[in-house]
């Protein structure tokens, strides 16, 4: 008997997942399938705010088990670090990490799936650990709730983006220089919290200023959703101040930005530059900051059995996990090409990233923003009402319920419902 090629997957979130199950969909049991994790759930971070600003933990609501998920589709799941890649000789170091002390190991590939995601870089951030907060993860979203409730005084808040350091090596022409690497959150939680400040006594939009490093804030939205998310924000009361370059500092007094404004505030809750891991910059595979290069069908060019997708690949840009999930799926045909069970027609088909994104407004009200713009389509919608709110409770659970698997239909319904239904 001839041995399968094998497939290994470095990370398990949004993209790791995904692209476990799109190759075990397309090329069936002609491969196999490890994937490696340092954790044995996936974290579904696009909740992250509706959880707290709604009263619940993320730690108990977020956490999908990864390990039961990846066995109902026969993928091996490795609990470790991985701390290593030497792709000129297809190796991964990694270090089991569910027990401290063990060695480490390599682990050999046919294929590999680069899905590890990025840092979020708040070390890099002077002063965050005193005077900042995020909601980026269970412990910093905790974290804020409860300066909210016990600690906040009502007085002034800046919430917005560090500048995001994107690399240039192997980029299309198409592809934008983004200023931020992912600016619905900081939108999503200006409005959450807004109606948070409301509900407990404690302010409204006006208490808070919006900022952003680039020209626009959420620039791959689009021009036209942004001038009508501007439009709202201000009836609303929110301030706003664009091109502040980058976060200088975090003080005591308030927030420094790098293009010399300052802000007198009592609260900040910042999103950080999207760093890729240490261990990925310099290989041949990277470019110059650490993402990992690739062509539209997830494939590095000098080394094609190297595919990235999700956050870690230097094409996902605005870092969404919803671009990752259009990648994995592209990963899964190009997998099922190579083991001869996908025509090259159908696995190289062209594809255009789309930005789509549903944001909490607190009161039971979201925005959907679904927009091609930013990678030369002409897609630009947005939608705020109760419906899109229904649909993102309703995506996570069909999420969970389902195992990290969305029919084919789960996405497209979610679109047209927001796009052509008004409530
Ligand atoms: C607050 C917030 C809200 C967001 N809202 C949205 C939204 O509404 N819609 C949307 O599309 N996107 C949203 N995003 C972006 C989205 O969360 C990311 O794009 C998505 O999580 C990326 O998925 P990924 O699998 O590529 O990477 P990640 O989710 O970062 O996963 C990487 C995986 O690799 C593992 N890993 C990393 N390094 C190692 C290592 N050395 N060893 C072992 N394992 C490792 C990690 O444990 C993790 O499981 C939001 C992000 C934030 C912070």
């Given at each position: 008997m ?27 049991d ?5 994937l ?19 009263g ?132 999503e ?8 400040l ?54 005591a ?23 890729p ?7 041949p ?76 407004m ?8 679904h ?53």
């Amino acid at each position: 008997m001839t041995k399968k090629p094998k497939v290994l997957i470095l990370g398990g979130n949004f993209a790791g997942l995904g692209a476990a199950q799109k190759i075990r969909d397309l090329a069936g049991d002609r491969v196999d399938i490890t994937l490696i994790d340092r954790k044995a759930y996936l974290d579904y971070i696009p909740n992250i705010p509706l959880e707290i600003f709604e009263g619940r933990d993320p730690a108990v609501t977020m956490h999908m088990p990864l390990v039961e998920t990846l066995a109902r589709d026969a993928v091996i799941f490795a609990q470790a670090e991985i701390l290593a890649l030497d792709v000129k000789n297809r190796k991964v170091t990694v270090r089991p990490n569910e027990r401290p002390g063990a060695p480490d190991y390599t682990v050999g590939y046919d294929y590999l799936v680069i899905a590890l995601g990025a840092e979020l870089a708040l070390r890099d951030i002077e002063g965050f650990a005193e005077h900042g907060y995020t909601v980026c993860d269970a412990f910093h979203a905790n974290r804020l709730i409860r300066y909210l409730e016990n600690d906040y005084k009502g007085g002034p808040i800046a919430i917005g983006s560090a500048r995001f350091k994107q690399g240039k090596k192997g980029r299309p022409d198409w592809l934008p220089d983004a200023a931020a690497a992912c600016e619905g959150p900081p939108v999503e939680v200006s409005l959450a919290l807004a109606h948070w400040l409301g509900k407990h006594g404690k302010g409204s939009a006006k208490n808070i200023t919006i900022f952003t490093p680039g020209e626009l804030i959420a620039e791959d939205a689009g021009e036209k959703v942004v001038a009508q998310l501007l439009e709202a924000a201000s009836s609303m009361g929110f301030s706003y101040i664009n091109k502040t370059e980058d976060i200088k500092r975090l003080t005591a007094e308030g927030i420094e930005f790098a293009d010399g404004q300052k802000l007198k505030t009592e609260l900040n809750i910042v999103f950080p530059n999207w760093k890729p891991h240490g261990f990925l910059k310099d290989l041949p595979i990277s470019d110059e900051v650490g993402f990992i290069v690739t062509d539209m069908k997830m494939r590095n060019p000098d080394f094609p059995e190297v595919f990235a997708c999700g956050d870690a690949a230097a094409l996902t840009v605005p870092k969404l996990g919803a671009i990752g999930h259009q990648e994995a799926e592209i990963v899964g045909r190009q997998i099922a090409k190579e083991v001869g069970v996908m025509s090259a027609e159908e696995a190289d088909k062209t594809w255009m990233p789309e930005v789509v994104c549903v944001g909490d407004m607190g009161g039971g009200k979201a925005f959907y923003i679904h927009a091609t713009s930013w990678f030369g389509g002409d897609i630009q919608e947005l939608r705020m009402g109760r419906l899109p709110y229904a649909s993102k409770l309703a995506y996570k659970e069909m999420f969970f319920r389902n195992h990290g698997r969305i029919p084919n239909w789960g996405l497209p319904l979610d679109e047209w419902t927001a796009e052509h239904i008004k409530l």
